[in-house]
């Protein structure tokens, strides 16, 4: 059982940055994998960045590649997502999502069952 919280959104101009936060509470021992899925109104969450918790490696979408990062600090159960060069395409609820379940298929959705309540990254042109 883990409780995923956001923080770090807001608005900024084209170009710009924000780093998103993900803190984990509750049972973390465990976790297989984590991830960022924004999702802009009607439509479905895509991941755009996820990570294997274990050995750390990182798996990015086409779109953010070069401008994203996703990184952990295990010592504070915190996922982060440092996000450079942003275009107002990026705009979106970002999500922050976990998963206990080994597998492959990280930046799909389907295959997390935890998940934050977001916090809105909006970027103006």
């Known amino acids: 059982q883990v409780q995923l919280v956001e923080s770090g959104g807001g608005s900024v101009q084209a170009g710009g940055s924000l780093r998103l936060s993900c803190a984990a509470y509750?049972?973390?021992?465990?976790?297989?994998?984590m991830g960022w899925f924004p999702q802009a109104p009607g439509q479905e969450r895509g991941g755009v960045a996820a990570?294997?918790?274990?050995?750390?490696?990182?798996y990015y979408a086409d779109s953010v590649k070069g401008r994203f990062t996703i990184s952990q600090d295990n010592a504070k159960n915190t996922l982060y997502l440092q996000m450079n060069s942003l275009k107002p395409e990026d705009t979106a609820m970002y999500y922050c999502?976990?998963?206990?379940?080994?597998?492959?298929?990280?930046?799909?959705?389907?295959?997390?069952?935890?998940w934050g309540q977001g916090t809105q990254v909006t970027v103006s042109s």
């Open positions: 509750g049972y973390t021992h465990m976790t297989y994998c």
């Open positions: 990570i294997y918790t274990v050995g750390g490696s990182t």
């Open positions: 999502a976990a998963d206990f379940r080994s597998g492959s298929g990280y930046l799909q959705g389907w295959r997390y069952g935890h």
